[in-house]
């Protein structure tokens, strides 16, 4: 199988990536920098995915692919009123547009060569009423997107599915306040956040071993932090 993972060079793209190649895929990651990357055997991508970007384009060059896992997202954690216009439309571009464009082209080819499974990795922001709120905004938008998709490719075999994390372990960490991390942890089942490996072992169980009816389903991966 071919693998398409952005946002892959680091936290949960990067072990995503790693547990994919571990499993026999053929893996494509997309990353702005490689420079810490270190899993061999895999076509890493050079694309800095907040700048304009043509799914149509970039798949004619690197081909089609049996699994797509749209990973990349940006958190400004700013106040709604201290929100910019720049800030604004960056965020909704790599939350929102980029992984549903992507989503929508990866899913058609999909559909014409005999189905696929799309993982989109959203966030317990999209439920909770998060401070920054364009990245609340958009990650509930990817959700409803994903259902959509799922919906319209279902009978073509395209499988599509949301992993809705709460705090994990990675780089993003920096930019949530301590105490909010400390409220975060004390709100979960097992105190502490989740790792960016348990994350990925998720969005590859979707991706690989999940029920084709598990499909316009949001898993969340929480410890209980948020409860529906």
Same mark, same amino acid.
């Given at each position: ?39 061999? $055997? ?20 690197? $081909? ?39 989503? @929508? ?9 005999? $189905? @696929? ?11 909770? @009423? ?38 994990? *372990? ?15 942890? *004390? ?13 990925? *072992? ?6 690989? *071993? ?13 410890? $209980?932090?948020?409860?529906?």
């Amino acid at each position: 199988m071919r693998a398409l993972v952005t946002g892959a060079s680091r936290g949960i793209g990067y072990e995503t990536v790693k547990i994919l190649k571990e499993k026999g895929c053929r893996v494509t990651a997309v990353a702005r920098d490689f420079s810490k990357f270190d899993i061999a $055997g895999v076509e890493t991508v050079s694309e800095d995915l907040s700048k304009p970007f043509d799914p149509a384009v970039f798949l004619d060059k690197h $081909g089609n692919f049996d699994l797509l896992v749209n990973n990349a997202a940006l958190m400004n954690q700013l106040d709604f009123t201290t929100y910019n216009v720049e800030k604004r439309n960056e965020i909704i571009n790599l939350n929102l547009i980029v992984p549903v464009e992507l989503m @929508g082209e990866c899913s058609r080819r999909m559909a014409m060569s005999g $189905g @696929g499974r799309i993982v989109n990795v959203a966030s317990i922001a999209a439920y909770v @009423g998060h401070p920054d709120i364009w990245y609340g905004a958009t990650k509930a938008a990817l959700i409803n997107a994903s259902k959509t998709v799922a919906k319209q490719m279902g009978l073509s075999n395209v499988i599509v599915n949301c992993l809705a994390p709460g705090p994990v *372990e990675t780089d993003m960490l920096a930019v949530i306040p301590e105490t909010r991390q400390q409220a975060f942890r *004390e709100a979960s089942c097992n105190k502490r956040f989740a790792t960016a490996k348990e994350t990925a *072992e998720v969005i590859c169980w979707l991706c690989l *071993e999940a029920p084709s009816h598990i499909t316009a389903s949001t898993i969340d991966v929480c410890a $209980g932090t948020y409860t529906r």
